[in-house]
């Protein structure tokens, strides 16, 4: 158990429809990460926020977006969604957003658009 | 954009065999960073090296960070089932992490 809650773990919803993952970090945690995983994309990364503001932006699609809250919890809201946005959502977090610190990964959240 | 490029993709070995698993990249990182990963489940932290030329033991796996710090390896001596997953190495670089294409591992008892 990494210390890292996703919730849900797997959902299916219909293409145009909006849906919200949501992560808590390990407790101490500042920085938290969202991750892409695909089959034919491998594990992409869309963002990161530390202490509430956006640190990093990678891979992110306009249709997505994402928030850290002053509990530092965070949510992935994926909207106007596509059969290809079926994949596995990671969310990992880490004390500090420095290189050389050790992020932690959720078990996922495994979203299925039909 | 994909700055780690990890060989091979896709390796099926016999139970006691030994492998070697690449992670090349143009960039240098400051650390580097392995994980496995399991269908279903997130990916798990194995090692972390920081310094060039640097080695670093975990039981049956041997991981390498190259003297420039732009890549690595990882071998595992006489592989078990029970390693059969997805390995992922991780640069970091500023405050991103850039994850490898992964590889995938079957051992076949």
């Known amino acids: 158990d990494s210390g890292v809650t996703q919730t849900p773990k797997h959902l299916i919803t219909a293409t145009g429809q909006r849906v919200t993952l949501r992560c808590s970090p390990r407790?101490?945690?500042?920085?938290v990460y969202w991750y892409q995983q695909s089959l034919d994309q491998g594990l992409q990364f869309l963002i990161q926020?530390?202490?509430?503001?956006?640190?990093a932006k990678g891979n992110i699609l306009e249709r997505f977006s994402a928030q850290q809250f002053p509990d530092l919890h965070s949510e992935l809201n994926l909207s106007s969604l596509e059969l290809g946005d079926s994949a596995l959502y990671f969310c990992?977090?880490?004390?500090?957003?420095?290189?050389?610190?050790?992020?932690?990964f959720g078990e996922g959240s495994w979203l299925t658009v039909v | 954009t994909q700055l780690l490029e990890q060989s091979p993709q896709f390796l099926s070995i016999q139970e006691g065999e030994n492998l070697t698993v690449y992670c090349n990249s143009s960039?240098?990182?400051?650390?580097l960073q392995w994980y496995r990963q399991e269908p279903g489940e997130g990916p798990v932290l194995l090692v972390t090296?920081?310094?060039?030329?640097e080695v670093k033991k975990l039981k049956r796996l041997t991981f390498q960070f190259g003297d420039a710090r732009k890549d690595s390896s990882l071998h595992i001596t006489a592989a078990q089932p029970g390693d059969t997953g997805l390995y992922l190495c991780?640069?970091?670089?500023?405050?991103?992490?850039?994850f490898g294409t992964g590889t995938s591992l079957t051992v076949i008892p």
């Open positions: 990992a977090s880490s004390a500090v957003p420095d290189s050389g610190n050790t992020i932690y």
């Open positions: 407790s101490g945690d500042l920085s």
């Open positions: 926020y530390y202490n509430g503001e956006e640190r």
């Open positions: 960039s240098v990182f400051s650390s």
């Open positions: 090296v920081v310094t060039g030329g």
């Open positions: 991780a640069g970091a670089g500023g405050n991103q992490f850039y």
